[in-house]
């Protein structure tokens, strides 16, 4: 089993910046890909980012592209999410998600929620106008 626990949301303004960060624990050195997904309100939770735990590759939605980067430190078994210019629609619960399940596929392949076995309890970030 893996755990996972985010912190680092909250109540900012539009056009700053926070990093989120996702500590595993447990069975870490089984983790093939870990990413962060979304759930605004009423809204059905959507794939944000991904990044390989061996490799350090990334992969983003669209919609986030050039103003959220997902790092990791292996050392510390954290996965970190930088949201920068932030919006108010980037307002939601941010999940982190982890699996085991190794592909030969490209990192996008791991925007799939499917994929993804272990996941956290989620941290609020509310962007106010």
């Known amino acids: 089993q893996v755990q996972l626990v985010e912190s680092g949301g909250g109540l900012v303004q539009a056009g700053d910046s926070l990093r989120l960060s996702c500590a595993a624990s447990?069975?870490?050195?089984?983790?093939?890909?870990m990413g962060w997904f979304r759930q605004a309100p009423e809204k059905e939770r959507e794939f944000v980012a991904t990044?390989?735990?061996?490799?350090?590759?990334?992969y983003y939605a669209d919609s986030v592209q050039g103003r959220f980067t997902i790092s990791r430190d292996n050392a510390k078994n954290t996965v970190y999410l930088q949201i920068n210019s932030l919006e108010p629609d980037d307002t939601a619960v941010y999940y982190c998600a982890a699996t085991e399940r190794a592909s030969y596929r490209s990192t996008r392949y791991y925007s799939r929620e499917s994929l993804y076995d272990f996941w956290g309890q989620g941290t609020q970030v509310t962007v106010s106008s």
């Open positions: 447990g069975r870490t050195s089984s983790i093939y890909t």
């Open positions: 990044i390989s735990y061996m490799t350090g590759a990334t």
